[in-house]
T-cell receptor
Framework: NAGVTQTPKFRVLKTGQSMTLLCAQDMNHEYMYWYRQDPGMGLRLIHYSVGEGTTAKGEVPDGYNVSRLKKQNFLLGLESAAPSQTSVYFC??????????FGPGTRLTVL | KNEVEQSPQNLTAQEGEFITINCSYSVGISALHWLQQHPGGGIVSLFMLSSGKKKHGRLIATINIQEKHSSLHITASHPRDSAVYICAVRFNNNNDMRFGAGTRLTVKP
């Protein structure tokens, strides 16, 4: 099993550009999460999903959209990237909210 | 005020020492997680607690629901335990998560 994978690992964007981060899991988990991690602030929940076709807002959802069209994939979209969205993004999945399994992270820089 | 507070922020110990990291939270929760983030950035879930105490190898996690407090203990610490330890809580009745800022542990040989 690959566990939780994230694509891409690194990305540099210019302000205003758009992009989609892909999270994939092969553990048949219902719950999936997107977090951002910034120095000195810890992890913050952006959006999460408790099942295929459902999404919900977390602590810092503004500027991001998500979709969960397939159970194994959770996409995070930035429609118009801003420098404030420079961060490391982590995806995680869990079986009904118990132990979370994290992806390796995506380092995003917005210039 | 952060809903999840960890202490200390930084901790340096000598190999073999007993380590305690504390986590306090301000609202009702359904579960508390302890995570470990390695120097390379990878995050691993150590424990999920809703009551009492759990033990895995040299790691022990406890939670006191009434006092809204949890502790993570490491017995016989080793340099490979050097990492950032993160406390996270899941609120009652939803799946929103809040995280502490982390405790950076350095264990010297």
């Amino acid at each position: 099993n690959a566990g939780v994978t994230q694509t891409p690992k690194f990305r540099v964007l210019k302000t205003g550009q758009s992009m989609t981060l892909l999270c994939a899991q092969d553990m048949n988990h219902e719950y999936m999460y997107w977090y951002r991690q910034d120095p000195g602030m810890g992890l913050r929940l952006i959006h999460y999903s408790v099942g295929e076709g459902t999404t919900a807002k977390g602590e810092v959802p503004d500027g991001y959209n998500v979709s969960r069209l397939k159970k194994q994939n959770f996409l995070l979209g930035l429609e118009s990237a801003a420098p404030s969205q420079t961060s490391v993004y982590f995806c995680a999945s869990s079986l009904q909210g118990v132990t979370q399994y994290f992806g390796p992270g995506t380092r995003l820089t917005v210039l | 005020k952060n809903e999840v507070e960890q202490s200390p922020q930084n901790l340096t110990a000598q190999e073999g020492e007993f380590i305690t990291i504390n986590c306090s939270y301000s609202v009702g929760i359904s579960a508390l997680h302890w995570l470990q983030q390695h120097p390379g950035g990878g995050i691993v879930s150590l424990f999920m607690l809703s009551s009492g105490k759990k033990k895995h190898g040299r790691l022990i996690a406890t939670i006191n629901i009434q006092e809204k407090h949890s502790s993570l203990h490491i017995t016989a610490s080793h340099p490979r335990d050097s990492a950032v330890y993160i406390c996270a809580v899941r609120f009652n009745n939803n799946n929103d998560m809040r995280f502490g800022a982390g405790t950076r542990l350095t264990v010297k040989p």
